[in-house]
């Protein structure tokens, strides 16, 4: 008798914890040819509102961290998801060359973002040499709690909404892929063991239509990445409701998620601090 | 009481001739507006300055379409045949400097030694600033791809200053735009459609649409606008966030404030002073990022609030156009109500109010600068914007209070800091949550200086480098700026 395999019970990734849905809810996944692979955790409005408190709560410490600790910790997320490259490839399915090459390329994108971390107030900060005896320096710094209703595709897209929101010093609540939600929640377990501080990334699965405009209306995120909205109706109702307290919005787009991403993912979620200071003796 | 009087020094209004009244600005001609006419007032005096028409959304149909013919035209011309019309336009603006002072001092309000010393040196400075960023794209980092048709709502509070803000870098870049200027002080605009002319700028390439809150909703709402730029309230900036959810249009905005100014024991007194006048008085309080909410150290509380009083007592109230007044008129009846209705409610809630001994001007619209003590974070005059020359006190112990304490508001666009410690000085101003944090100044202007808020004070940044970023195809330069292996 051939040695019956122990399942593993996925559940959503809140505050550095792998709760269950306080609804009690789950729904199953299944393979693109219709195989079950798991029940997973269907996440509530009330469980998006404990990840915004942990994102909320994780803010403080992960935004005063140094830029150069992030980059470290982004980098140390890459060498564990490296690590983890023959699981992640078999959970994603489909060709295994195809599956191998899509982890390399979240690795390889998690290490970019990396490195960008004291790189970005270079490129994106300013000295301002204004007319009058007054130091003037623009720097860049992060907008705070950032919802992301993330693609389908669940690593390398995951990872290139994730990344260029947190390296800048935000914190998130990322709204998992409906359909193929397991290797996010696969990733959780990568950000739970790599140093990243609990409650940086907060992983919901379950339901874009039902938790997406809890989000967009929540008056303590201040950021909406509605990259993997597929609806466009449900994505105008959030972008309107973000119009409540003034949200940075980052609308649906179709993405090459191999492309070469540029540095916007990173700008659209940071501010401009100026700072004036008198010169003179 | 004063030891001497001052005679009074009335600038000459000889210099501008006020048609009875104006059209709009379209493709290059002043034309009728369909919609019916306004007066634009005085608020000094109440006296009306002069009919106005308003563009009805037929009329903003127009503008849009001649912006769209104009942007290709603009937009194939070399950045550094841009740059020269903005050199000139930046010229004919010190040329007529006198004229646009005296102009925007009668429509707004405003003194003239802050219309002539401030807003037009500055005006200019914006012009020649983006002049020289038009050939030069390249080196910013945001691609050189223009957005289109830039709408393109401005507030009344620095009416000519505001238009720079907007029309420089939109052209700088090769956008073409429709500018619609407040209704309560359109001149100004209209004068700079005049110098749009005498600058040859090809028609379309600035169109001047007037009215009031409906033809700025046609201006933002229009299916061939690219680019939507609004300063303003919160509560409009909301509306038009809402407004262009769900199309492609790129929205910047710039909203409310209520800015901490924080004043620690160590600080010098009488600069502090100055900066807490300046922050709070300077255009009658008319200022998005006043610093209305005053933060003292409770140890310096007694001796700082004297201090204030007593130079509050030598603030000069009155004629705008005389060169010596330092605090002008409110620029509209609404305004003054608004004002009115929150200080009355200042003192409902149990704050301390007090006004320095001013003879205010028997027409026009006029409020006294005005100080609230005892004032508590929960008081609505510390949590809304009131837009005038009221100050609310508030005090602190610790440096950690006082950071709770400022950024506890909505808001976030300014703030300010006094003290003589450095270290202190870059502790604060890395935890203060705000897009501008002046240290042993304030309310300091510059068009080399990104200035933009956080939180509900709106998004994006006008000035500087960054500036350009709300005038370019961002997306279109995002695979160049990563991918320059």
Known sequence: MSRLTVRKTYKLYIGGAFPRSESGRSYPVTSPKGEFLANASQASRKDARDAVVAARKAFPGWSGATPYNRGQILYRVAEMLEGRRAQFAEELGGGKRAALEAVDAAVDRLVWYAGWSDKIASVHGAANPVAGPYFNLSSPEPTGVVAIVAPADPLLGLVSVVAPVIVTGNTCVVVASEPSPLASITLAEVLATSD?????????????????????????????????????????????????????????????????????????????????????? | MAIFEYAPAPESTDVVDIKPSYGLFINGEFVDGSGPTFKTINPATEESLAEISTATSDDVDRAVQAARKAFGVWSALPGAERAKYLFRIARIIQERARELAVLESLDNGKPIRESRDVDLPLVAAHFFYYAGWADKLEYAGFGTKPLGVAGQVIPWNFPLLMLAWKIAPALACGNTVVLKPAETTPLTALWFADICRQADLPPGVVNIVTGAGETGAAVVAHPDVNKVAFTGSTEVGRIIARTVAGTDKKLTLELGGKAANIVFEDAA????????????????????????????????????????????????????????????????????????????????????????????????????????????????????????????????????????????????????????????????????RAGVVWANTFNKFDPASPFGGYKESGYGREGGLLGLEAYLDVRASAARLGGLS
């Not at chain 2, 007694?302 to 030598?314: G, I, N």
């Not at chain 2, 620029?331 to 009355?344: F, G, P, T, V």
């Open chain 1, 196 to 281: 990243l501080p609990g409650g940086v990334v907060n992983v919901l699965t379950g339901r874009q239509a039902e938790l997406a405009p809890w989000l967009a209306s929540h008056m303590d995120v201040n950021g909406l990445d509605l990259t993997g909205v597929t609806d466009a109706d449900l994505a105008l109702r959030c972008e309107q409701a973000a119009a409540e307290n003034l949200k940075r919005v980052l609308r649906p787009a179709q993405e090459d998620w191999t492309a070469d991403p540029g540095i916007r993912r990173m700008t659209r979620f940071l501010e401009t601090k100026t700072v004036w200071h008198p010169v003179g003796i």
């Open chain 2, 269 to 432: 007194i009488d600069q502090a002073v100055e900066g807490i006048v300046n922050g709070i008085f300077f255009n009658q309080g008319h200022v998005c990022c006043a610093g209305s909410r005053l933060l003292v150290q409770e140890s310096i509380q007694d001796e700082l609030l004297a201090s204030l009083k007593r130079r509050l007592a030598t603030l000069r109230v009155g004629d705008p156009l005389d060169k010596n007044t330092d605090v002008g008129a409110i620029n509209s009846a609404d305004q003054l109500a608004k004002i009115r209705e929150l200080s009355e409610i200042g003192e409902s809630e149990g704050a301390l109010r007090w006004s320095p001994a001013c003879e205010l001007p028997e027409r026009g619209f006029w409020f006294p600068p005005t100080i609230f003590t005892g004032v508590a974070q929960s008081h609505t005059i510390a949590r809304d914007e009131i837009f005038g020359p009221v100050l609310s006190v508030l005090t602190f112990r610790t440096p950690a209070e006082a950071v709770e304490k400022a950024n506890n508001t909505p808001y976030g666009l300014s703030a300010g800091i006094w003290t003589e410690k450095g270290s202190r000085i870059l502790w604060m101003a890395d935890k203060l």
